[in-house]
């Protein structure tokens, strides 16, 4: 398959082009093991590129496994592999390759996710594997009828009194109204959620013939009358006596179908080779074990113990994990090939003990691999903040090596909503004479005076979106705005302030920086907390704390708005 083809159709930046090939590369040259880092900021376009290299993996057939450090993060992942799926369809009637898995609680799936969904896989399947209603039931029924229509149906008048025998007409369509929409049912579940490499490809390919055939069959057979339906399941191919003489083209053509549909239904009965249980256990590992694209959490893939197909391991988001934590899908005995895709700028693993801090517990095996020199791609196109935003992170944390993309320069990046020089693009509030409190248990820092003036811009923000959008606000969504703090005591005191204010146009989130991480917004009010006389600031003097806070504006409404004490 040639690689650059296939990318030149998926529409990325030189960077994100040369990431996924060299990453291939290294796979296609290496015959025994690789690891790739790929270094992707927030903003350059990183779940796109992930989603293509697994799309090209698929393609090669390589079996690959894919993790992050949350529900949210996986899904994200999930979802936009399976929309691209969709656009650039390999086979748009099968994902049964394609598996998601986790905690159904807290993974929340929803709409197209659903269909690669372990636990919605497991459900649908457990009807198709049944001993009594699944595959090989619709297969011996429909054989049975086919073969044996006519005398079944002799037996069937033997035993019903004589004013209530219906005519073969009617009970071959009633019979067929029954067992086809079953089969056909049971068939259609089996091609979309069973890998075809379960099914082989013969089996795949007389399965669709004869669900075609049996359409055409069902199709015609109601168009036929009393007499003729007897003929077409008394046809052979062979010439034979009929009581019509000769046989009107008709029966013929649906005899001929008849037995078409016969061959291969006997074909199926022998070689298809798929389970028969009823049990929940036995589907979901054939669902593990047969899955050649794989998602979920870094936690939940020590569950995926048996697959030997998983060759690949490629993990968003890691250098938010401690390298203990990335161990866990490293450890799988298949693996050939890493890819680490993260940026060690952003926000590292929670620790709270400061002994495992200062022994660097928390620190990423991409933040380490990257700390001894190990070559890693970068990503270096952003899309998400307008350059006089991004300016500040790009020259402060990366090295000036960031582009701007076209898209955010345009004019829709530079939307102002509130009158008045400062508030611009981005905007600075220097509040002097503010101070910090502890709260009650002594951890965590608040500031008052700094809630209050979030809650007069936020309705500042309120008055100058509702007379812009207004007279469109039915077409019109909602503007977010996130508000961020380092602190979780004034996460509470702010969303205390603002319980009971309806925002109007706003969609306001609050949340700690921590618990931000991965989200946009269209505009971002930052809260430092901190105000004393000693300049003491704590973790706000964290570079990957601050790095973060600038990255999370996506477009179109870019806005930054920081309150503190300078």
Request: hydrophobic letters at 40%; glycine letters at 6%; proline letters at 4%.
């Amino acid at each position: 398959m040639e690689i650059w083809s296939e990318l030149s159709t998926m529409n990325l930046n030189n960077s994100q082009n040369d990431a996924i090939l060299n990453c291939i590369s290294a796979m296609l040259s290496n015959s025994s093991s690789s690891l790739s880092l790929i270094w992707g900021p927030p903003g350059t376009g990183k779940t796109k590129t992930i989603t293509v290299l697994l799309w090209l993996m698929r393609k090669l057939k390589h079996g690959t496994l894919t993790c992050a450090p949350t529900n949210l993060a996986v899904k994200q992942v999930a979802s936009c592999f399976l929309r691209l799926s969709k656009e650039n369809p390999l086979d748009t009637s099968c994902l049964g390759d394609v598996l998601l898995f986790g905690n159904k609680h807290r993974m929340c799936v929803e709409d197209d996710l659903k269909e690669i969904y372990l636990h919605d896989r497991v459900r649908k399947l457990l009807v198709c594997f049944a001993p009594l209603t699944g595959w090989r039931h619709c297969l011996s029924s429909m054989y049975d009828f086919l073969e044996n229509g006519y005398s079944q149906y002799l037996r069937y008048s033997e035993e019903q009194k004589e004013e209530n025998k219906p005519s073969f007409l009617h009970y071959t369509r009633k019979k067929l109204d029954v067992i086809y929409p079953e089969l056909r049912r049971c068939f259609k579940q089996l091609l979309f959620h069973v890998p075809k490499s379960c099914i082989l490809e013969v089996n795949y390919n007389n399965i669709i013939s004869l669900l075609e055939l049996l359409e055409d069959f069902n199709t015609l057979q109601r168009k036929t009358t009393r007499v003729e339906i007897k003929e077409v399941f008394l046809y052979k191919d062979v010439p034979r006596k009929s009581s019509m003489g000769i046989l009107p083209k008709t029966v013929i053509t649906i005899g001929k179908t008849r037995i078409k549909c016969l061959e291969l239904l006997k074909m199926l009965l022998s070689c298809l080779k798929l389970p028969i249980t009823s049990s929940k256990r036995t589907i979901r590992e054939f669902c593990m074990e047969s899955a050649s694209i794989i998602f979920c959490t870094v936690s939940s893939s020590s569950k995926v113990t048996s697959n030997k197909k998983l060759e690949l391991l490629v993990v968003d988001e890691a250098a938010q994990l401690k390298e203990c934590e990335t161990l866990i899908p490293l450890r799988l005995p298949a693996l050939k090939h890493a890819i680490l895709i993260g940026d060690e700028c952003q926000l590292p693993a929670t620790v709270v003990s400061k002994v495992c801090k200062d022994a660097l517990f928390g620190r990423s095996l991409f933040a380490r691999l990257s700390s001894l020199g190990h070559e890693k791609y970068l990503l270096n196109m952003q899309y998400r903040m307008h350059p006089s935003i991004s300016i500040f992170p790009n020259s402060s944390f990366y090295g000036g090596q960031l582009l701007d993309a076209p898209s955010v320069m345009q004019k829709e990046h530079q939307k102002k909503y509130l009158p008045g020089s400062m508030f611009g693009t981005y905007s600075f509030f220097n509040i002097e004479d503010s101070w910090e409190d502890v709260d009650e248990l002594g951890h965590s820092r608040k500031n008052v005076v700094e809630v209050t003036i979030i809650q007069e811009i936020l309705q500042n923000l309120r008055r100058g979106m509702c007379s812009v959008i207004m007279p469109c606000s039915k077409t019109m969504k909602k503007v977010t705005v996130g508000v961020i703090c380092p602190y979780s005591a004034q996460v509470l005191a702010i969303q205390e302030k603002l319980r009971k204010i309806k925002f109007g146009p706003l969609s306001v989130k609050i949340s700690s920086v921590d618990g931000f991480q991965g989200g946009e917004e269209d505009i971002i009010i930052l809260s430092t907390v901190r105000s004393n006389s000693d300049g003491v600031v704590g973790f706000v003097s964290d570079r990957q704390h601050i790095a973060f806070g600038f990255w999370e504006i996506p477009q179109p409404y870019p806005g930054v708005v920081l309150s503190g004490q300078i």
